[in-house]
Nanobody
Framework: QVQLVESGGGLVQPGGSLRLSCAAS????????MTWVRQGPGKGLEWVSD????????YYADSVKGRFTISRDNAKNTLYLQMNSLKPEDTAVYYC??????????WGQGTQVTVSS
């Protein structure tokens, strides 16, 4: 079955960095656009970034542009999000989401990122 497992979250001070990973299985990862989405405390879901199947095209929300970098390793079936210059407002649960696989978008369980001094 399709599985997406995020890792790499944690507590970091403002200005710090983290790299999130999302390990995918159960589908042909290299064919799918992949997405990072986050949900801050008491907030709705916020789209963060997309990357196309080959990794050549990336898109970012204005709130993270210039600070976050999405990437993927299709040989390892893994999606990444490098987060630099983190701010308290980046505090959220971060989810990876697949493209449509058999008509369904799949989500990981999420990883908590907390930016605080």
């Amino acid at each position: 079955q399709v599985q997406l497992v995020e890792s790499g979250g944690g507590l970091v001070q403002p200005g710090g960095s983290l790299r999130l990973s999302c390990a995918a299985s159960g589908f042909t990862f290299s064919r799918e656009t992949m997405t990072w989405v986050r949900q801050g405390p008491g907030k709705g879901l916020e789209w963060v970034s997309d990357i196309d199947s080959g990794g050549g095209k990336t898109y970012y929300a204005d709130s993270v542009k210039g600070r976050f970098t999405i990437s993927r390793d299709n040989a390892k079936n893994t999606l990444y999000l490098q987060m630099n210059s983190l701010k308290p407002e980046d505090t959220a649960v971060y989810y990876c989401k697949s493209g449509l696989v058999g008509g369904t978008n799949y989500w990981g369980q999420g990883t908590q990122v907390t930016v605080s001094s």
